[in-house]
Every structure is written in C-alpha cells, then in structure tokens.
C-alpha cells in the first residue's frame, strides 16, 4: 500500500498537514480495499465531501450508495475525482496516485464483467420467456436484477 507522509503536505487552517496524512493513507486503504462499507468511517466521508467538488448528499450512506456499491458507481467517482483534478496539495497527491495506480483499469474490467453478466441473465431470461428455450436455471437472473418492465 502506497504510503503518504506529513512532510508531503502544507498546514492549512482548518487541515493540517497530519489530519492531510491521515486522511490520504486512509483513502489509499478504502480505494485498494475495494471501497469496503466498513472502512467508510464518518470523519472519512465528512472530510470526503469537502474535496474534489464532491456534495455531502444527505449522509454517508447516502453518498455510499451513490459511490461505492457497484464498479460501475465507482468508476464514476474516480473519472469525477481525476476530472476534478486537483485545487490543492492533498487533491494534487491522491490525483496522481490514482493515475499511476491500475484502479481506474481494475475498476472498468470489473464494471464491465458486471455488464456482461447482467447482459447475458437478461438474454437468457428472454430466450426462455419468448422462444421457450430451456435455460440453465444459474444464468437466469433473480427477480430484483430484472427492470420492473419485465416483471
């Protein structure tokens, strides 16, 4: 796991250049981690909210949900993060980190297994409801993963 130091970033009134290295050393363990629920801690998002233009939503579960449950919510949150850019030291570092890093990569290879999977659920869920074509009851979807259309 990538590494950050105090020495790395300047003291800022209400962010220091400690509260700067605890908050990048945990960002680097909750991206690499897979964005775990578990390690989204409420300083964590509060801290979060107020970089890379991101808005507090209603609360952390909320902003949770909206990032981090599935590859496809992730990946937008690290295209808006790297899109941002970077208006200070701490934004400048985890920006680079991100873009030498393989997550971006990572993170669109499972979005896009994600896609397939659901794609072929769905084909095989149309194969056996309109041509009547037996299909292996693992590759049909449950009813939650189905749009409301088809129910």
Not at 124 to 133: C, P
Request: hydrophobic share 40%; no cysteine; glycine share 4%.
């Amino acid at each position: 796991m990538k590494t950050f130091t105090a020495g790395q970033f300047k003291n800022e009134k209400f962010f220091t250049a400690d509260m700067k290295e605890r908050f990048s050393n945990h960002f680097v363990k909750f991206v690499e981690s897979g964005f775990k629920r578990e390690l989204f801690y409420q300083w964590f998002y509060e801290r979060l909210t107020n970089l890379f233009g991101m808005i507090a939503h209603h609360n952390r579960e909320g902003f949770y949900e909206t990032f981090f449950t599935t590859a496809a919510r992730q990946l937008r949150f690290v295209d808006a993060l790297v899109e941002w850019g970077y208006k200070d030291d701490l934004e400048g570092i985890l920006t680079a980190w991100l873009l030498t890093s393989r997550i971006p990569a990572q993170i669109e290879r499972l979005r896009d297994l994600d896609e397939e999977a659901q794609e072929r659920a769905m084909l095989a869920y149309l194969l056996q409801k309109y041509d009547g074509k037996p299909v292996s009851p693992e590759l049909l979807p449950d009813e939650e993963q189905l749009p409301p259309a088809l129910l």
